[in-house]
């Protein structure tokens, strides 16, 4: 079946670094790939859309200069925590689509911000 | 706007138990409904859906029924499994195509 590869699994950076997270779609092009951000005990809430070839759209009160999205090919997209800090610690999952496919998730990247 | 409510966890249950997780959607028109599971260090995954008022999704033993009247789609199973240990998800999707919208979770353990 389709899998979505996302990349680290985790990763810790010290405060002020940059962070790259990538999710590929393994076995199918993902015309749509969706970030999301986990807190602890709490539900995935949706920082943004991305569509192959085109800009990311972000949901409100996300900062798009902070979490830089590119999804530059049908199977790969990126988020880049730019200038991370303590409370940008969390869980990102990614989740990729085809046009008439459910969404299918990435396992996660748990980011720790020292 | 669109939202889902799930009941809050734990859930705590003994095998072979009842299961209930009671999930209630807000939505304009008439979104899909979602249940999704996530087990320790995995993942989520798909565990079933339905897609029009009525409908009833079933996997692996787990049931769950659109109820437009109440705006719910709660998730049962009969008799769990120490297995069925994990995080429950209930999620909508208010036109095809676009992003999930998910409750707040709710973690299942079962004991032998």
């Known amino acids: 079946g389709a899998v979505v590869s996302q990349h680290p699994s985790w990763v810790i950076c010290k405060s002020g670094t940059s962070v790259k997270i990538e999710c590929r779609s393994l076995d199918f092009q993902a015309t749509t790939m969706f970030w999301y951000r986990q807190f602890p005990k709490q539900s995935l809430m949706l920082m943004a859309t991305?569509?192959?070839?085109?800009?990311?759209?972000?949901e409100q009160g996300v900062e798009k200069d902070k979490f830089l999205i590119n999804h530059a090919s049908l199977t790969l997209s990126t988020l880049t925590v730019t200038s991370a800090h303590p409370e940008d610690s969390s869980f990102y999952i990614c989740?990729?689509?085809?046009?008439?496919?459910?969404?299918?998730f990435g396992n996660g990247t748990r980011l720790t911000v020292t | 706007g669109n939202s889902v409510t799930q009941m809050e966890g734990p859930v705590t249950l003994s095998e072979e138990a009842f299961l209930t997780i009671n999930c209630t959607y807000t939505?304009?028109?008439?979104?899909?409904l979602f249940w999704y599971v996530q087990y320790p260090g995995e993942g989520l995954q798909l565990l079933l859906k339905a897609t029009k008022a009525d409908d009833k999704g079933s996997n692996k033993g787990f049931e769950a029924t659109y109820r437009k009247e109440t705006t719910s789609f709660h998730l049962e199973k009969g008799s769990v499994q120490v297995s069925d240990s994990a995080v429950y998800f209930c999620?909508?999707?208010?036109?095809?195509?676009?992003?999930?919208?998910f409750g707040k979770g709710t973690t299942l353990s079962v004991s032998s």
């Open positions: 999620a909508l999707m208010a036109q095809a195509g676009t992003a999930l919208i």
């Open positions: 939505a304009t028109g008439y979104p899909s």
């Open positions: 989740s990729a689509r085809t046009q008439d496919s459910p969404l299918h």
């Open positions: 991305s569509n192959e070839g085109s800009k990311a759209t972000y």
